[in-house]
């Protein structure tokens, strides 16, 4: 029989997908929208949005950690050792087939929840793709180059954590000071303020990452199972969510599945109050054939980083992890070559 901690931590995911679903629909709360706008739009309100979004988390995050709720060391990303590398190699990687498959993990689920038919083939060729990379026949490439080593040094791979053991401020309160300043510098934007609906939409993004630490932290000490501390990602979840509903069965239920299954409900729901569900389809095989290459290497990126962008730019962030603003900024830059070959070619400008 399985266990009410199972389920609990699943319902903790779906709450949390929920609002993630309805961001994306109604908030237009989207990674490679955010960055198309400023490269080629001229708008920086979507990746304020983001801003909002971290700065919250993050003060959500180090508020669980300084009541002890939360222990930061146990979460998965600090509690792995940090290859830069990686993080740098994988996030190109992430990026760049963000930019072919036209979204990421989240983004996909979410416009399959609007009925985009051309997304479920995006989110069975992305969950595959990382389990391939994570354990299947790419798994040993993977674990010889980039093994994922368990952290043996006494301070965990964290930017609060590092700058507590510089200064003797407490790990806490440099977090919270890192996440007020994250949040103020996010809001001072006129644009954003007239958009109230846009702050409401990121702090329930930022609300939904704070859900899935305290939720699975609260359970994980409390309850009997050994069951993992985790917030949202887009990556493995989506093979594992695959994987729990072919043969459910005979494994547990997850967080992991709550939080894709939630994204697509919120998701739906959202596109229905909005009006905008429609069933649509490739017609183009060039296009289809573009976003299962996207699909493919943004499995294989997300196992290399360690995360998406969202595992690595809103749950590994929200608590500091040194890898996290490094894998961010190398799927900005890897959206930036893809979204350039894809809009202007690469041709050198005249």
Known sequence: ??????????????????????AARLGRFCTLGAIEDVLYGGSTLRLRM???????A????FGLMATGILDGAETYYLSIRWMPLASILGG?????????AGGCGYGAVARLGGGDLRSFVIVLVMGVSTFVVLWGPLGPIRNALFPQI???TEIPPGIAHHLSNLTGIAMPSIGLSIGALILALSLWHRELWRKPKHIGWALAVGFAIILGWGGTSWVNEQGFEALPVVS??????LGETLLWFMTGSARPISFAVGSITGVWIGAFVGSMLKGHFRWEACEDPRELRR???GAALMGGGAVLALGCSVGQGLSALSVLALSAPVTFLAIFAG????LRQLIEGFQPAE
């Open 335 to 338: 959206a930036a070559i893809g």
């Open 291 to 293: 976003q299962i290459f």
């Open 50 to 56: 983001w801003g909002v979004a971290i700065g919250t």
């Open 58 to 61: 993050i003060l959500g995050s």
């Open 150 to 152: 368990d952290v043996t």
């Open 1 to 22: 029989m399985m266990s009410n901690e199972f389920l609990l931590v699943a319902l903790i995911g779906l709450l949390g997908g929920i609002l993630l679903g309805l």
């Open 232 to 237: 949202h990602s887009f990556a493995a979840p």
């Open 92 to 100: 190109l990687v992430f990026g760049y087939g963000m930019a072919l």
